[in-house]
């Protein structure tokens, strides 16, 4: 009497079918994740921005005294307060949003560009005379094969101190649109 074993696992063939539809399954959703990726920088520049001047805003009502948010390159910021000149805290670029292109409304210049606030919480002349930023964009890298994919982000700041984050690309009836 002969006995039958039964066989298990996979035949060479069936793993390399499997392997190939895993292979294209991958290749479809890898520039939606690139999108992902870089819409989740914007994002984290974008937002820190917006925490960096909250903060300048709300330690300038806090401390009662003028207090300076500071771009430095990229999305590096700093805020100090102005007179006696104190660091209260420094965001370096590289935390989360490296490559992320970033324009305010008078354009990054060499040495920054700067807001102060007052200690009511409004927008103030810089010390220097030099005008502040109504608006920060934040749009991706250049170069990117998937532009249409990416979400630029806008930070928007009135003259009374009221910052905002909003959506660029959104019609004005949207709540989302990018107005005061």
């Known amino acids: 009497m002969l006995t039958r074993r039964t066989r298990r696992g996979f035949t060479l063939i069936e793993l390399l079918i499997g392997l190939s539809i895993f292979g294209i399954l991958i290749m479809s959703a890898l520039p939606s994740y ?3 990726i870089q819409n989740t920088k914007i994002r984290n520049a974008a937002e820190s921005v917006q925490n960096g001047l909250m903060l300048a805003r709300s330690e300038a009502v806090m401390r009662n005294t003028s207090v300076q948010f500071a771009f430095g390159t990229d999305s590096a910021w700093t805020v100090s307060v102005v007179s006696p000149a104190q660091q209260l ?3 370096p670029a590289e935390q ?9 409304s008078l354009g ?8 102060t606030f007052s200690s009511l919480g409004g927008v103030t002349a810089n010390a220097d005379g030099s005008a502040s930023f109504d608006a920060v964009n934040f749009t991706g890298p250049s170069g990117v094969s998937t532009p249409g994919l990416l979400r630029p982000l806008r930070v928007t700041l009135s003259p009374a101190g009221r910052v905002r984050m909003c959506d660029p690309s959104v ?5 989302r ?4």
């Open 34 to 36: 690139t999108a992902w």
């Open 89 to 91: 805290q420094v965001r």
């Open 96 to 104: 989360g949003s490296a490559g992320i292109t970033i324009a305010t």
């Open 108 to 115: 990054l210049a060499a040495g920054g560009t700067r807001v």
């Open 171 to 175: 019609p004005s009836t949207d709540t």
């Open 177 to 180: 649109t990018c107005t005061y």
